[in-house]
């Protein structure tokens, strides 16, 4: 009989830990590029799927740009880097403006839920309180409207607003308390405080100067030196026009009231209608419509250069650059920019300059009238 013993050699015995250092940093080796290498890949896929959604949705915008009211609706003028971003900016916080507003108003409903009556009522207030008016029967011929005037919606948000569409149309009492409450309220209310801290700020300047003339188009704008702010959100022109309109008359912006009825008339209804439209066009067909006649719309002469750089600069940043180089102090420059900034109305008038502008097309400074 055979006997036979295998004996492990020393040599070939094995470590009795667990795992050794050293197997640790070889599978780390391994595992851990691996780990980076699938976060890499899927980063890149999902930045792939976001590139995509991105240009789809650009696409979209594009195709959709002649509906909209933007601030610059040009396809052209959106190229320009800066001028993207500021109309980008725009429609962003109106849409939140317009998002919590119209939140605001649901809670007020007296029932559960509100009924489909009160939410077109809520969609109606929430876009005619921020420029967004209904066309109405028009409404599918928004891009040939946008074509032609300048912010249609804006436009006939203003008339909407001042006729108290929105109070008729809000669905229920609940919702319409709540309207001339909050909306009609409110905007009062800010106005006159508005109205209030103009005062207190530059009341006692010389050069400060506050009319509510309505036959005039400087009703209830405030006027700083050269500089002219317009509180009231687009409401002017459109009071302006139905009170000349029913009164028969208009003051200039010198002061002086003349009648716009009869044949004596040098400045006559129709002459009324025409004016008001003409500054409604949109960009494209006034520039045209500017160079046709010489003039502009307050009947400073134009120029294809100065016409064309119109066109390409957005109007807020148009006012500030205007404003800034007035002869007025850093801290009023500065705060009347960011008055432009959050939307309130900026003109600059250079009464001197005007008026040998209006002499030299051969016209009469106090007797015509610049703006509406």
């Known amino acids: 009989m055979n006997l036979r013993v295998d004996l492990i050699l020393e040599s070939e015995q094995r470590s009795g830990s667990p795992v050794s250092v050293k197997a640790i940093v070889r599978i780390a080796s391994f595992v851990v590029p691996a780990i980076i290498a699938f976060i890499v890949i899927l980063g890149l896929l999902n930045v792939r799927a976001v590139s995509s959604t991105v240009k789809n949705r650009e696409r979209e915008w594009t195709r959709k740009k002649m509906q909209q009211e933007d601030a610059i609706m040009s396809k052209w003028a959106n190229r320009i880097p800066l001028a993207k971003n500021f109309n980008r900016a725009y429609n962003v916080f109106l849409n939140s403006i317009r998002l919590n507003g119209a939140k605001g108003v649901m809670q007020y409903s007296t029932n559960a839920e509100p009924t489909a009556a009160e939410l077109d009522g809520i969609a109606n207030v929430t876009n005619v309180f921020t420029g967004r008016g209904s066309l109405g029967q028009f409404e599918q011929s928004a891009?040939?409207?946008?074509?032609?005037?300048?912010?249609?919606?804006?436009?006939?948000?203003?008339?909407?607003?001042?006729?108290?569409?929105?109070?008729?149309?809000?669905?229920s009492p609940a919702i319409r308390k709540h309207i001339l409450a909050r909306h009609y309220g409110r905007t009062l209310l800010g106005m006159a405080s508005t109205y209030m801290m103009y005062g207190l700020a530059w009341g006692d300047d010389e050069d400060f100067d506050l009319s509510f003339n309505m036959l005039s188009s400087q009703f209830g704008k405030v006027v700083k030196g050269d500089i002219v702010i317009d509180p009231l959100a687009g409401l002017v022109q459109p009071l302006v026009f139905l009170n000349r309109a029913i009164q028969g008359k208009k003051t200039s912006v010198s002061g002086?009231?003349?009648?716009?009825?009869?044949?004596?008339?040098?400045?006559?209804?129709?002459?009324?209608?025409?004016?008001?439209?003409?500054?409604?066009?949109?960009?494209?067909?006034?520039?045209?419509?500017?160079?046709?006649?010489?003039?502009?719309?307050?009947?400073?002469?134009t120029t294809i250069g100065g016409q064309m750089l119109g066109l390409v600069t957005p109007m807020t940043y148009g006012d500030i650059a205007d404003v800034m180089v007035e002869d007025e102090g850093i801290p009023t420059k500065l705060a009347i920019s960011i008055l432009a900034m959050l939307g309130e109305g900026v003109q600059v008038y250079t009464q001197r300059s005007n008026d040998n502008e209006l002499k030299n097309i051969g016209l009469n400074p106090k007797d015509y009238d610049l703006g509406y």
């Open 143 to 171: 891009a040939l409207l946008n074509a032609g005037l300048f912010s249609p919606r804006f436009q006939m948000s203003r008339i909407q607003m001042l006729t108290g569409q929105p109070l008729w149309r809000a669905g």
């Open 256 to 301: 002086k009231t003349t009648d716009i009825r009869g044949d004596q008339a040098k400045f006559g209804q129709p002459d009324l209608v025409s004016q008001y439209l003409r500054g409604k066009l949109a960009p494209g067909p006034g520039t045209v419509w500017n160079q046709i006649k010489g003039k502009d719309v307050v009947g400073r002469p």
